[in-house]
């Protein structure tokens, strides 16, 4: 079975740009979560979404958006992109949206996003 | 506000030996801790959850102690080998909904 995979492996911008990043979960999985991780630091949370709707959000700016589509899916979107939002983005999929005591989120391989 | 803390600086030991990695939170009651390793430019890969109300957990090489009063776990890896090294990472949870807070991970260097 294919894990969690994500879309672009790598990609560079210039500041001002705007991204797209794309995740497909774990088959069966309902939930999708995204994560930043900067060099040196832990993954910070960004953003849930359950059955399409979203269940979570972080300490980040209205510059990050995200939604869910119907087949699980989901895309993460950056506007206006800065130095500073050049990290690895990781997508995670669990197969429970209202609670962790079933266990783990399964990451994808992340996106490495460059801003120039 | 909550906060995390690992070990900083890298952990280096010998092949054999057994690691021990360090977690502390201040500021919120987890009801769960997830640990977590990950390989140099990839996604972590979950290890092992522990619940409040369980004290130890081991799973193969790996156990990890979950101690409420003092706001820390231990993760101990035993018999280490070269293939251990890697970066861990722990995360208390206090949430309904699978957003993880981790730490900024340990880095652990296992030497043949």
């Known amino acids: 079975d294919a894990g969690v995979t994500q879309s672009p492996t790598h990609l560079i911008k210039t500041r001002g740009q705007h991204v797209t990043l794309r995740c497909s979960p774990i088959s069966g999985h309902k939930s999708v979560s995204w994560y930043q991780q900067v060099l040196g630091q832990g993954p910070q949370f960004i953003f849930q979404?359950?059955?399409?709707?979203?269940?979570g959000r972080g300490n980040f700016p209205d510059r990050f958006s995200a939604r869910q589509f119907p087949n699980y899916s989901s895309e993460l979107n950056v506007n206006a992109l800065l130095l500073g939002d050049s990290a690895l983005y990781l997508c995670?999929?669990?197969?429970?949206?209202?609670?962790?005591?079933?266990?783990?989120?399964?990451f994808g391989e992340g996106s490495r996003l460059t801003v120039l | 506000s909550q906060k995390i803390e690992q070990n900083s600086e890298a952990l280096n030991i010998q092949e054999g030996k057994t690691a021990t990695l360090t977690c502390n939170y201040t500021?919120?009651?987890?009801?769960?801790l997830q640990w977590y390793r990950q390989d140099p430019g990839r996604g972590p890969v979950f290890l092992l959850l522990?619940?409040?109300?369980?004290k130890e957990k081991r799973k193969e090489r790996l156990k990890v102690t979950f101690d409420t009063t003092l706001k820390q776990s231990l993760f101990h890896i035993t018999a280490s080998q070269p293939a251990d090294s890697a970066t861990y990472l722990c995360a208390p949870t206090s949430g309904r909904y699978s957003t993880l807070t981790f730490g900024k991970g340990t880095m652990l260097l296992v030497s043949p």
């Open positions: 500021n919120y009651s987890p009801a769960y």
């Open positions: 979404y359950y059955e399409k709707e979203e269940r």
């Open positions: 522990i619940r409040e109300n369980e």
């Open positions: 995670a999929s669990s197969n429970s949206g209202t609670s962790v005591r079933t266990g783990e989120l399964f």
